[in-house]
């Protein structure tokens, strides 16, 4: 029930904040803000994503200190696990990436 109640008020509040952001016109200040936000936006994918390894290399490095015969599994499983970490970002910066080119006013 509770999730439910959670998923409906944010329909809500998502639709009423979607009508302001498609009727709003764009001025230097909004372009500006605009870039701000893409900029914190990829600061902070970075930033997590940078946190995510170096957790995720931390315990694999126990791992394999405390079980050595487990360092090719737990090598192999590290590599995906990276890599998935590091696609985040890549889409992160996508993303950017496609607000920067798709709009004509920056």
């Known amino acids: 029930m509770r ?5 409906i008020l944010n329909t809500v509040a998502l639709l009423a904040v979607a009508s302001l952001a ?29 946190l995510a390894q170096a957790i995720a290399i931390k315990s694999a490095c126990e791992g394999i200190a405390r079980n050595p015969e487990t360092g090719d ?7 995906l696990g990276l890599a ?4 985040l970002c890549i889409y992160a910066l996508l993303v950017n990436l496609i607000l920067i080119f798709a709009n004509p006013f920056i």
């Open 3 to 7: 999730k439910l109640v959670l998923i």
């Open 22 to 50: 498609f009727a709003a016109d764009l001025d230097g200040t909004a372009i500006g803000l605009s870039t701000l936000g893409m900029t914190v936006g990829i600061g902070i994918a970075a930033l997590g994503c940078g």
């Open 73 to 79: 599994k737990i090598s192999q499983t590290l590599i």
């Open 84 to 87: 998935f970490i590091e696609s």
